[in-house]
């Protein structure tokens, strides 16, 4: 398949789209009809005649400030700004009058009478808005002498910046010129170049909604500043989410790459390989090398916005650590060997075979990941079932999100969120409940922000004073901050001031639930025991401020749940995921725009591996194993029988690796060992097997137990999709080919082929075509419709041949919605006086998930170790200051990390990260699950904490036995 | 799997089901564990519930009548 040239219009043009009723106007004699309230600006622009602008872009509202867009329109007086001046009816704008000319070619040359002429050696040279509006008003001359200037170091008059440093080699002599801020890893800001649009200051405040940036000055002093005075640009509040770069018409914020690499000259479209928003990005190279990566203004998930990692920290795909050649090993104690692919395709063939021919079909399994593509997953659960024989395969989620695809499978029929992120934009009222957006999905948190700036209300709960609690221009209605592990009990009593004060939707409950069913409910949550004021000694929530929340979501308007693992890691995850279903639909909150139950995923395609069948016990697209007429559609495409029963879960699958009746695990794009919880444990299963095969970029920490290395593609290497959280399949798109000389969905056939399957997809499109034919909820997704479309969201089937961002419209999938009971039972982590306090883990902005891609950029400036965060009281007992090592233990190990001392966290609360292998945040959680799924409660473990001199023993012994797993003996000639 | 995990996987399931209305509580806690729990584990568990179940909640004990036993060993 070709590459995929962009065929939308990618044009800035100018202002933000409006959604009015028609209006009709000319444009240097081009009719053209845009809705009310559009600029003449982007009015211009939709007739095809560009306006020359300065300030004016179509990611922010119109400012008004350049003066470089001025136009005559007839019968109206004076030269308006067209990027601040609405059509309307029969208006007739000229654009190129004798008279704006002159004040345009005016307004340039003061522009450039503070603006260094030293294009040819700058960064933004070809890609530079001064440069382009100077040729286009025709700049031949500048009138003024040198004078009072922001660019010229040396203060002599020169023209240009390399003028300067030839006249004062040494040395600065002008008190207005700053020098570039090279803080920031990613970009630089080049005071001496800044034209004072102020594209980023707005930038940061109306897209990313941080507010760190802004105008310190004023008139000719104006300058940009990073924040507080004596602030760069890393140590002040920017997130490095690169919105004010993006905005930047000159080389004033320069991605440092562009610096060093030139100008890009061609571009593909492709998805962010991070979390669940799915971004959608440029990918910008000269030839196979990747430039930079800028958010696509046309992705529907992120609408041109990004974050520092989908932005900035692709540098891991290059990154010298990268294991390019496959290897093998007799035993785990032996150093690594570099083999050709077909001596270690066979190497591990054989050793599967023989594994399962001396132990049983059952003794081999996958695990397929959530950061890999939809095929390449489809592919990994396909080995399993129909190459090894057996339903043993599971996904990273199974840790994340599987009480979602339980919980709201059992209320509304299917494993998905409601809405797409559009959606936000008619919120009224939004609960955040266990979930950081913040840190964990930037780009989405964004969105909300700019909602919330509108006037939404918000109600976080959490254990924690998140960032969204209170920050610049937004402050939650309500935070509820719970004692972790009694989400069950918060929730419950919310649905009881729902149903106690009458602010259920009873309409919409007697059209979409079984009434029946409601009142058996409703007489459950009426139960006094469940009231806040009853609840309140167990959740640590106060009862007003609780009935307060109940009622804003119930009766605010639009009520829309946005949830995250703090919800579904917990013995009760499957329970709290129900109780948010109820709530929706007791209050009608479901089915239309600005509503709905949320997951927000962790990773890129968490959705995509459930749906493609990862888990045990069901085949792609959520349908049970057991159901024979779903084998059977299987059965027909494989030509393979299909086992009926469920296959181990990954918890199952260490046990019995344990028990020694599982013995072989393909294990694709995941490092269990860092991040599964119970360390030892994990590491106890993997060292009981005989044949632990690791498909990745990275020696990572599960292949310490590894006796097949088989090298990874990463997300620029190869074609595929990955579903959002929005359930919206995205492209991923091949940008170079792959380093280790496969993509990851050829390396599975590889492995299968060894094994006599007998696979032959030349292209991931095929293997999109098998999912089509097999799953009802893809049936219409080909990758031409993806061309076409962008993106799509599932369902998309005859029904719904454009996709679906709306789930139960007119009815739940399921039929009518189901209330379940959702009785709290505390976890049987308990704190008591040998483990005093609450460890609560999460994410941070800078890194993601385990760390293997985030940790090898320089997002590690942000973070460069987990820190435990504990509240003040809690360290003053523990004779603790600021920065000292501290021992964390639990029941299950203990571990060594620095003390942040803070009072996000509440009394008893400690918070931790779960970045960095060495500090292993793992060893300390337990192995207490999900009563329903499993998924570890990696949200509460009873701990101590205490002072310590540095790293634990066990901290020492890993680091040594990792040392000697990771030894690499040089290919034999 | 320790003994102990798997009481403690069972009882989770059965102090779930024990809250929900109606009174076909055994049978729902077995089809929840006939519908995820690997071949093996329900042999394991049958076999533990055979020899007495210690330990077990009475749903839990109560749903090993309407446990599919697993037609082979693993």
Redo the contacts between chains.
Sequence with gaps: MKDFIIPWDDRDMGTPAKSGKPVHLTVDGIAVTVPAGTSVMRAAAEAGVTVPKLCATDSLDAFGSCRLCVVEIEGRRGTPASCTTPVHEGMVVHTQSPKVKKIRKGVMELYVSDHPLDCLTCAANGDCELQDMAGMVGLRDVRYTPGDNHFDPSGSGARSQSEARLRMPEGEANPRYTPKDESNPYFTYDPGKCIVCSRCVRACEEVQGTFALTIEGRGFESRVSAGAAGDDFLSSDCVSCGACVQACPTATLQEKSVAELGTPDRELVTTCAYCGVGCSFKAELNGDELVRMTPWKHGKANRGHSCVKGRFAYGYTEHPDRILNPMIRERIEDPWREVSWEEALSFAADRLKAIQEK??R??VGVITSSRCTNEETYLVQKLTRAVFMN??TDTCARVCHSPTGYGLGQTYGTSAGTQDFDSVEQVDVAVVIGANPTDGHPVFASRLKKRLRQGAKLIVIDPRRIDLVKSAHIAAAHHLPLTPGTNVAVVTALAHVIVTEKLYDEAFIRARCDWDEFM?YAE?VSEKRHAPESTALLTGVNAQELRAAARLYAQGGNGAIYYGLGVTEH?QGS?TVMGLANLAMMTGNIGREGVGVNPLRGQNNVQGSCDMGSF??ELPGYR?V?LPEVRKVFEDAWGVPIDP?????IP?ML??AV?G?FRGLYCQGEDILQSDPDTKHVAAGLAAMDCVIVHDLFLNETANYAHVFLPGSSFLEKNGTFTNAERRINRVRKVMAPKNGYEDWEVTQLLANAMGAGWAYTHPEQIMAEIAATTPSFAGVTYDLLEEKGSVQWPCNEEHPEGTPLMHVDGFVRGKGRF??T?Y?AT?EKTGPRFPLLLTTGRILSQYNVGAQTRRTANSVWHEQDLLEIHPHDAENRGLKEGDWVKLASRSGETTLRAKITDRVSPGVVYTTFHHPDTQANVVTT???D????CPEYKVTAVQVAPSNGPSDWQEDYAAQAERARRILPAAE | ??PE?MV??AN??A??FA???GETGAEDVAA?I????????RAQYLDYVAQGGEGLHPLAAAAAAHIHA?SE??
């Design positions: 132990h049983g059952k003794s339903n043993n058996a459950f013995s329970t045990p016990h049970h057991k029963e469920p296959g181990l879960r199952n046990d019995a028990d009746t379940i009971v009785e039972v049987d192995d207490f699950s009563w329903a799924t499993n | 799997m320790s995990k403690m996987m989770q399931i102090t779930f809250t929900q209305p929840h006939n519908d995820f729990w690997e071949p093996r584990m697993p060993k693993a």
